[in-house]
């Protein structure tokens, strides 16, 4: 069974940073693209960045680049995502999802508020 | 970027009745790149539909989706309890990848 576990997330303040992770199981995780997608409270579905299966190209919505940086360890089936510079605006459940494409799993997400 | 607008907000239908979603696109999604997802308050979303009319492992057949270019539609032809949630599209057709602001569909 898949199973994406994401972790990291919590309270900061804007300017502040965050690094998610996002925990891969029962599949094999080096073969398959990743990503992170984000919800705002209340809101729709917001792809945010992805990376190839073997990390070599990396690619985000124009609002967070420069900000945030997505990376992964295939040895660790394991996905990050470094968040600094936050703003309000960022304030979100972020999804780890499975593909680039079509994201074919999600994990249940993780909190970030960003907040004075 | 390609603009999903979906139709109508909220759909409000009783079990059994057919559910008609509607997804339009700004520009036309190549190769029919265009997904179906289902999320339920307080869950991560579910893949329902890719390629415009194939259904994601495991979906019902009740579930159906049709469409091409820019004009695509979600079909669930016989409502159940349990799909009564919110609905999006997606385009995974060009970067950045893109969701319609979604869909309710809610007991009448």
């Known amino acids: 069974e898949v199973q994406l576990v994401e972790s990291g997330g919590g309270l900061v303040q804007p300017g502040g940073s965050l690094r998610l992770s996002c925990a891969a199981s029962g599949f094999t995780f080096s073969s398959y693209s990743m990503s992170w997608v984000r919800q705002a409270p209340g809101k729709g579905l917001e792809w945010v960045a992805n990376?190839?299966?073997?990390?070599?190209?990396?690619y985000y919505v124009d609002s967070v680049k420069g900000r945030f940086t997505i990376s992964r360890d295939n040895a660790k089936n394991s996905l990050y995502l470094q968040m600094n510079s936050l703003r309000a605006e960022d304030t979100a459940v972020y999804y780890c999802?499975?593909?680039?494409?079509?994201?074919?799993?999600w994990g249940q997400g993780t909190l970030v508020t960003v907040s004075s | 970027e390609i603009v999903l607008t979906q139709s109508p907000g909220t759909l409000s239908l009783s079990p059994g009745e057919r559910a008609t979603l509607s997804c339009r696109a700004s520009?036309?999604?190549?190769?029919?790149?265009l997904a179906w997802y289902q999320q339920k308050p307080g869950q991560a979303p579910r893949l329902l539909i890719y390629?415009?009319?194939s259904r994601a492992t495991g979906i019902p057949d009740r579930f159906s989706g049709s469409g091409s270019g820019t004009d695509f539609t979600l079909t669930i032809s016989r409502l159940e309890p349990e799909d009564f949630a919110v609905y999006y599209c997606q385009q995974y057709g060009i970067s950045p990848r893109t969701f319609g602001q979604g869909t309710k569909v809610e007991i009448k």
């Open positions: 990376i190839q299966e073997d990390g070599s190209e990396k």
């Open positions: 999802a499975r593909g680039s494409g079509i994201f074919d799993s």
């Open positions: 520009q036309s999604v190549s190769s029919s790149y």
């Open positions: 390629g415009a009319s």
